[in-house]
């Protein structure tokens, strides 16, 4: 199978190369720092084969189209994938049919068709695995794996590239492009100009500090979050953000503050770092959907039936214990015994649909016979395996060692709870910036990163004097603030209080609830403040208010908020 669409290279050119790096050179513009203590962000480091244009080529192999055609891959919004021929011609990516078919009439156009790229693209997935054990499909034509171990085996890097371009040549007749780096989307980057990037986060931040930062998408897995990630794209080139640099520094908070998890998603991305924090440890063992097929299966339609069945089984169970995975292992046993395996990257929560698409395209891989081994005798037994399981955001080794045995089994407590009441049924508090109690805590969802909407660092004029209340109420509580007179304590425009806070009037708690202090009136013994607080001067929402901290007899002592003309207790000191 030939694919001549490759991007050409010179005669007698070298497969690979190496991205050139100066020592002490500076940084390209917008390269964020790295951290001037502490170790560094690791990534793992990987090795990417790419095919280009591979739906194409998928069509071209199962004799769709001639090799030598134009041809347009649509999804029916536009053309996502051209052939050489056609791209010559001046067809190009999200250009309309009735536009396409003007500039080239000879246009072939064919429609998107994964189960046809996944089952062409099985042959080359076992070529791979003839070099390299374990590897990963992300999608048809892409292939990922790790590359420590290849290399030591090989003896550098450059030699497992020129290998795997060689043998991919000689076997299956394909033409690919090899890279390596640190990080998802430094190797599929370095893979598309067919480079090895020399390894560390500044190498992999300095080679992706200046490119489009539409190109965060190719690390993508599947057609949903790919159209997520444009979503995201429009947005931040909208803005000015138009290079992986200019994202990456940009502070995390912000990030979080303004584009959500995907948008953290992304920066770890364009830092040369993996789409989520490397899992130390897992607090959950693999979750596992098996079957045994009876009778036999020997088509994909009879196996992918049973197989939807199981995705649906394995989505369920990982729903209930609140987890992801990163990776779907599909095991095959046939009657005289043989095991048939390969393992999908995953994005995100996978849905039970995705599953199901991902074991079809696979059993239709195996079943269809194009890749010369098709199994020798029926399909008796079927297995789906989530692995890389964790919630969404893995909490690392702490500074003196491993966690605690009490906090991994908080930990998978905290997953089942979830897996009860939902995601939000569980929340972890984080530390921001703001002016009083109520505003520096955000809770997250358990398990999301907790990144703070608000920089701690940052100037906060007005901002509350130490010590925080210990105890901050879901809702501030209505209190009564009296003189010796019995009038009720006001703060003017100036700030000043019209009398000296002589009794609190304190009410009973809520029915199903709990009180911090008895109810009823209460004597001050001490009292300072007031200060007042001006947010958004400047607006017609702008919002005043005035803070008073009280030590009450017989009481804990409080922190009082004056606003719109009432008092509210906004937290409680131990």
Not at 146 to 153: D, E, F, L, N, W
Not at 197 to 211: E, I, M, T
């Amino acid at each position: 199978m030939a694919v001549s669409h490759a991007a050409p290279t010179a005669a007698g050119a070298p497969a690979t190369t190496v991205a050139p790096t100066a020592a002490g050179a500076p940084a390209p513009p917008g390269t964020p720092p790295l951290s001037p203590s502490g170790p560094p962000a690791q990534a793992l480091r990987r090795a990417v084969v790419w095919v280009p244009d591979w739906p194409v080529a998928a069509a071209v192999a199962e004799g769709a189209v001639p090799p030598d055609a134009p041809v347009a891959v649509h999804d029916g919004r536009g053309v996502v994938v051209t052939s050489a021929a056609a791209r010559a011609a001046g067809v190009r990516r999200g250009m309309r049919r009735r536009t396409a078919q003007q500039l080239c009439p000879e246009l072939a156009l064919l429609g998107v068709d994964e189960v046809r790229d996944a089952r062409a693209f099985e042959p080359l997935v076992q070529v791979v695995e003839t070099v390299v054990a374990g590897v990963e499909v992300v999608r048809p034509g892409l292939v990922v794996m790790a590359a420590r171990g290849p290399t030591r085996h090989l003896g550098s890097e450059e030699a497992l590239a020129e290998t795997l371009v060689g043998v991919l040549a000689e076997e299956a007749g394909a033409e690919c492009q090899v890279g390596i780096g640190d990080g998802m989307l430094t190797a599929v980057l370095a893979a598309r100009r067919g480079v090895v990037v020399p390894p560390g986060q500044a190498a992999a931040v300095a080679f992706l500090a200046p490119q489009d930062v539409g190109m965060v998408g190719h690390a993508v897995a599947d057609r949903g979050s790919r159209a997520e990630v444009a979503e995201l794209v429009d947005l931040l080139r909208r803005l000015g953000l138009r290079t992986l640099g200019a994202l990456a520094s940009l502070a995390p908070g912000d990030v979080a503050a303004r584009f959500g998890g995907l948008g953290l998603t992304a920066q770890r991305l364009a830092r040369g770092l993996d789409g989520r924090p490397v899992v130390a440890r897992r607090p959950e063992q693999d979750v596992v959907a098996a079957a045994d097929l009876d009778p036999p299966a020997d088509r994909a339609d009879v196996a992918a039936f049973a197989a939807r069945g199981l995705a649906e089984q394995l989505a369920e169970r990982m729903l209930r214990r609140g987890v992801v995975c990163g990776r779907l292992q599909v095991e095959a046993r046939t009657e005289d015994g043989t095991t048939l395996t390969r393992t999908w990257a995953l994005d995100g929560a996978p849905t039970a649909r995705e599953l199901t698409d991902r074991v079809r395209w696979q059993l239709e891989g195996w079943l269809a016979g194009r890749s010369g081994r098709p199994p020798a005798a029926p399909l008796v037994h079927l297995a789906l395996t989530a692995q890389e399981v964790s919630p969404a955001g893995a909490v690392q080794d702490g500074l003196w060692g491993r966690a605690r045995r009490g906090q991994a089994q908080a930990d998978r407590a905290a997953l089942r709870v979830q897996g009860l009441l939902g995601p939000d049924g569980v929340l972890a508090p984080v530390l921001q910036g703001g002016r009083d109690p109520r505003s520096t805590t955000r809770l997250v969802v358990w398990g999301d990163e907790a990144a703070p909407l608000r920089r701690t660092d940052a100037p906060w004029p007005g901002q509350l004097p130490s010590p925080s209340p210990a105890t901050v109420p879901a809702e501030p509580v209505p209190v009564e603030v009296a003189d010796d007179g019995g009038a009720p304590v006001r703060v003017d425009a100036r700030g000043l209080a019209s009398a000296a806070p002589a009794r609190v009037r304190l009410p009973a708690a809520e029915p199903g609830t709990t009180a911090c202090w008895p109810a009823g009136e209460r004597t001050v013994t001490g009292w300072a403040g007031p200060w007042p607080v001006t947010e958004r001067w400047w607006a017609s929402d702008r919002r005043r208010r005035a803070y008073l901290q009280v030590s009450l007899a017989d009481a804990p002592a409080l922190l009082l908020v004056l606003e719109e003309g009432s008092w509210w207790v906004e937290g409680v000191y131990d």
